[in-house]
């Protein structure tokens, strides 16, 4: 058993953590600003704490002695609120990602950060290791804000383990999808526009490619690296090798719930200069595979369709109205 802290519990990924690290023995706090999914059945295992991570004296009511892991998820994630609140975007995951190695660091506890694909940028040359470059646009596009702001945490935990002695890694997410997220990424979104009877969205003709990964292989690399000492100081792309078209997704979605055909929606139109889209995007994850013994198993179509499977059981998540990017807006 461990006494662990989830930063950013309540989320799409969190939720997932949190659930599992219960189903292992562990004592968890969630600290979260928002409130937990609806379909989270309550644990006795689990505290839930309210506050921001910005708030240090908040924080460190949660992130104290006797805590052995913190795996610090709180951020803004989505196009969608990067474009419309890029210094909320900046200051939680600078400063509060700050308070959270800080207060780690005091109390001894190892830190699993969770940073993001992002990072490299639009470098053209796939698949990405994790010392690849990072290849950015002009700060004029809000959308490299998340990717140098994540970045910005990553160097954090690294100079906190150098100079004070932090125990800490780095995960890169690739494109995590599963119940509960949100409807504004390509993959919850389409699943949630063809069970509303619209046509899943296709940005750009769909020929740009993705490495769609399962939740709970999101979930069992994160654990992995939380709980295995060889990860400490270490940086991990977590993502699956299987690369896919948007087009190729959106037909499977098509036909996983039987809904209609896709129509092509250009984000460029849509965004104009401050968001750019990515043609490919791969993580090598040979290193967490040779370190660690972790890969992603999920074929796409299984997670497809327990993701659906879910959606149709959670008809408060078909509810939610549909966020992110709007196809309908900006035409
Ligand atoms: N989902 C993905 O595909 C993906 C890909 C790359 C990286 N990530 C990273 O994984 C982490 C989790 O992402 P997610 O998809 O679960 O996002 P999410 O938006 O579902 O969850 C984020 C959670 O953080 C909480 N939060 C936000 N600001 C906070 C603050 N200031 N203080 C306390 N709590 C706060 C939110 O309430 C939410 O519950 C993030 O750090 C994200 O950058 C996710």
């Known amino acids: 058993m461990a006494r662990v802290v989830v930063t950013g519990g309540c989320g799409f990924l969190g939720s997932h953590l949190v659930e599992e690290l219960v189903r292992r023995g562990d004592e968890v706090t969630v600290f979260d600003s928002g409130s937990p999914p609806p379909d989270r059945t309550p644990s006795p295992a689990v505290r839930h704490v ?8 908040r924080l ?20 969608d609120r990067y474009l419309d609140r890029p210094l909320d975007v900046i200051d939680i995951n600078l400063f509060g990602t700050r308070n959270v ?12 950060v969770a940073s993001t694909s992002e990072v490299f940028g639009k470098n053209p040359a796939v698949p990405w290791r994790e010392d690849d470059d990072r290849v950015l646009g002009s700060t004029a596009v809000d959308r490299w804000s998340y990717s140098s702001s994540k970045a910005l945490g990553e160097h954090l935990a690294f ?11 780095v995960l890169r997410y690739f ?35 993705r490495c769609f990964t399962y ?32 087009t190729r997704l959106s037909a499977l979605v098509t036909e996983l719930t039987g809904a209609g055909i896709g129509v092509p929606v250009d984000t460029r139109d849509r965004l104009g200069s401050r968001y750019q889209d990515l043609r490919r995007r791969v993580p090598d994850t040979t290193k967490i595979g ?6 992603a198993t999920t074929d796409l179509r299984d997670g497809l369709a327990r993701t659906i499977g879910w959606a149709r059981r959670n008809p408060w998540w078909l509810a939610l109205p549909e966020t992110g990017v709007q196809p309908e807006r900006g035409r």
């Open 101 to 112: 190695l800080e207060l780690a660091a005091k109390a001894g506890a190892k830190v699993v």
């Open 215 to 246: 939740v709970q292989d999101a979930v069992d690399a994160t654990i992995t690296v939380g709980t295995d000492d060889r990860a400490v100081g270490e940086c991990f792309n977590v993502g699956s090798s299987a690369e896919t078209t948007v």
């Open 159 to 169: 100079a906190f383990a150098r100079e004070r002695g932090l125990r800490a890694a």
């Open 290 to 295: 040779s370190l660690l013994g972790w890969r």
């Open 175 to 209: 494109n995590v999808y599963g119940p509960r997220q949100r409807p504004a990424f390509v993959v919850s979104r389409s699943v949630h526009r063809a069970l509303n009877g619209q046509p899943p969205v296709v940005y750009d003709g769909g020929g740009q490619t």
């Open 60 to 79: 460190v009511e949660v992130v104290r002695d006797g805590v052995d892991t913190v795996y610090h998820l709180a951020a803004v994630v989505g196009v």
């Open 50 to 57: 309210t506050g921001d991570i910005r708030d240090a004296a």
